[in-house]
């Protein structure tokens, strides 16, 4: 990460050293977000194909998209999928039309300064960049008595958007208005709430 951050500052020194008296750059500020109850409903699973639009999400526009070419990330029950690569084949799954990437690390969210673009990976036809199952990506499920589906702590997905920019995130709830104690007999699942920081000024993967 902090070999990420020298460079960075080299590239953007060098460019405003060539830049004339006159010339002025202003860099866009780091944008830091939360999203609440991003619905993302399914049709079948326990055992039944599943199936269902995907509710796609923009972070340029930090808003659920339903264009079928400028979305980053989009979610269905419990998966999520990127941009990038190819369908798993699933029914209703939307084509990749973009480039962008994602990889999960294991850190604090704050701990997540930038990008590194040599852990980027996409869907393919034999997985999604993030794993589905407990355990296995982003959140874990605690069978019976509870049932509850819970986001894993110190998980952060970082992301390359479809415009080449970076963002990262770390989701908080599965719930519908994030309770602090859920209960999954009461509670309405399938809507995601997430921190998210999106870095909107192009060549720069550092996230502040």
Known sequence: MKTIKILTLFVLTAFFASCDDNDTVTLLEVESETVSNLHAPQQGGQGQPVSGEFTKFDFETGAITTS???WDIAF???SIIVNGGVSLGTADEPERTGDAALYIVDATFAAVAGANENLLTQDS???YAIATGSGNGWYSYAGPPTHL???IAGKVIVI???DGKFAKMEILSYYK???ANPNAFTDESRYFTFN???Q???GIAIFE
Do not use: L, M, Q
């Open 76 to 78: 269905r029950g419990t």
């Open 125 to 127: 036809a034999s997985g």
């Open 200 to 202: 909107p000024n192009e």
């Open 196 to 198: 998210y920081v999106y």
């Open 160 to 162: 390359k958007t479809t």
């Open 177 to 179: 208005d994030a309770p």
């Open 149 to 151: 589906i819970n986001p």
């Open 68 to 70: 079928t070419t400028d």
